[in-house]
């Protein structure tokens, strides 16, 4: 089935295709193919139904723009493919950064792509002998790389790629270069494994969040570590070292970059070091998720570099005089090729379709210099291999030389977009010219901030020589350097957090950036890290005190997480408490000395039977200026707005904590019958003493979880295991409010998430998630004390509910913005 608007598309045949108008945008299409077509299956990716005989692997595929000269080139060598394939395209109405592309007259308007209908064939594996060859670099590639590989090189300009292998241990060797991103042009090659939206990248953009397929992209580097094992266990004598070597420098280089991050957001630590204020907020984080492509780009490049020129792979350990030659060479070459390459990547035309991506980061930091489009990559990759193969080509390269310069090369860059002043003032103040030698944070922010200025890579001689040197650099950075002992931002809302577990203890920002920007959960690679974070806990448990984690902005106002150094299962050790109501009593008043409006107490560090829900403090220090909020009235008022009007009886668990309490006495004022599951009278009878007379027989005391077998509705306010669980009847719902969440043991159940709220709209600088929440969504406790800072309320929220006032906090977090969830 074919658009009316769109010309059809041309299988690939042994003749090259007619040219062909795609959606006005590409106007010839050449295809070179080995055999006569055949029909292909796919699965159609992306909402895409797709279909078209193709014959067998094609050696050569060029795609040419004759109006705008952009070329793709795709060589694909096979070594162990299948039998059919489909080719799919799709060019966009709207590219990345909202630019229309402009349509030839002669062409139709750009509508949809056109739709496909596939047959079934099952795969055949074909052998080495079927495979054409009619490109001359195939010879090669099966000296470099091993069977059952797949190389993939694409040169182009506006047209990512999709690529699909399908029920094939097919190993993907190569890369595909765009020199535009535009995540809504595809081109699809038969399969499943996607690379697509960024060059380099294993899967679809609506799977960009997922962790563990991210992990996919990596694959890239098996070809390398392929030809390793290879050479150690089947050839005599190891001649590949120059692959091993290359893994070495990337993960070296990934490391730089990875510990960079860590200690960029080590708010603890550079708070009064940071040059802008803003947070790293989601969109941000998701711009740069694939910072690290690069790595893996130059990676290839490498080895096409080593398989072309035979003498980098002989090269000796060490030669002293190699590093002055690439210095010289950096400095005379790699510096002024980088600044003025620079400069013109900020004309309007190539600062629009290209180096706009780069400076829409608002705050730079070392994930950021790693989120660039292709061109710019490639510029950098010459950049980065003048100095190594000029020393090379000289005779004075080393191992040692490569290793040193591209891992200084990185330290640098890492440095100038950490948004963390770190270089000391005294050394320009003590040798002034050095400040024409080496740049700093400082002054590759100003770049990013004044975009007409400092352009240098690492040596602002450049800038002064080209007359691009901002004047505020040095003052600038004496400013940020003699503030740095002093309190920057003072924040009007805290949030007092602890750690959960050793696991979670890793999802925060500075150990994993993209890991905590999503919803925390248990994943694969944080396994082997547990013993890291037990070392961690014993370091903290002697040494730390509370410490500042995240923040973000809401209506001006600043707001903070803070930890309180304990994990989950220290607030049960009876020797820990007086330690642990120190480190709270501490936290409150250094809120209370820097001016801190509401300080929110999170999970257990407002246990009753730890510190009364916060009265232990109140009392302690009636003066207090700082508002003590345990926030568990929007959590109770949460949790009461989640039950059905329709409900009859509830079944409550934990039901003589504050929470439970409040809960109890509010269904029953609506006429609610509640079991409420606790062993002690004396307390039962104590809160159904607290509601009205006509109400107090809506309160049941039950001592057992078999007297809610006939309750669908469960609120758990305490642990309950599996077996407790046993007792609900089929359809159940599990409320909660307990920390941490009961199993979802019950497949005929439903259960639901801890109480929470959604933050405004017009909050900035969030970028991490709180604990197992969504983004942008906090605990109920959490959002219960900004409701008390937003509503300038005057009172400590500590100690037993109100429940009068459960209505009225509910209206004002309406009020203000936040959302159910």
Known sequence: MESSSSPPFNGLTNTPSAPTNLHGIAHNIEFVAPSSPASCSIDPPLGIEASHDLGPPPCHVSLINHCNLHIILVHLHVMSWINHHNLHLKFPNVDDIGRKPVAPPSSPAPTSPVPFTAATTPPVALSKSTISTTDPSQHQSSDLLSPAIFRVFAFGYGFPAIIFTRRVPTLLSGFFLPLRLRPSSTIILSGEVILSGKFLHFQPLTYLRSVDTLASQYLLYGPLLAKILYSWVWEDIQKDNWCLHILIICSLRGLIYQLWSSYCNMLFLTRNRRIL???????????????????????????????????????????????????ILHMG?????????????????LFTHYHSLHHASAVPQSFTAGNATLLEHLILSVVIGVPILGASLIGSGSISMIYIYVLIFDFLRCLGHSNVEIVPHFLFETFPFLRYLLYTPTYHSLHHTEMGTNFCLFMPLYDALGKTLNNKSWELHRKIISGSGKNGSIPDFVFLAHVVDFISAMHVPFVIRSFSSLPFSTRIFLIPMWPFSVIVMLVMWAYSKTFLITFYNLRGRLHQTWA????????????????????????????????????????LNKNEALNGGGTLFVNKHPNLRVRVVHGNTLTAAVILNEIPDTVKEVFLTGATSKLGRAIALYLCRRRIRVLMLTLSTERFQNIQKEAPMDCQNFLVQVTKYQAAQTCKTWIVGKWTTPREQSWAPTGTHFHQFVVPPIFSFRKDCTYGNLAAMKLPEDVQGLGSCEYTMERGVVHACHAGGVVHLLEGWTHHEVGALDVDRIDLVWKAALKHGLKPV
């Open 277 to 327: 204020q803003q947070g790293v907020d989601f969109k941000q984080i998701d711009r740069e998720w694939d910072w690290d492509n690069f790595l893996i780009l130059q990676a290839f490049i490498a080895s096409i570099a080593c398989y072309s020129l035979p003498f980098l792979t002989d090269l000796p350990l060490w030669n002293t005089r190699g590093f002055t030659y690439a210095l």
């Open 333 to 349: 070459v790699s510096e002024p090729l980088y600044y003025w390459t620079h400069r013109y990547f900020h004309s309007d035309y």
């Open 564 to 603: 309180v150094p304990r994990f989950g299962f220290q607030y049960f050790l009876p020797f820990a408490r007086d330690g642990i109501n120190n480190h709270i009593e501490e936290a409150i008043l250094r809120a209370n000395r820097l001016g801190v409006k509401v300080i929110s107490l999170a999970a």
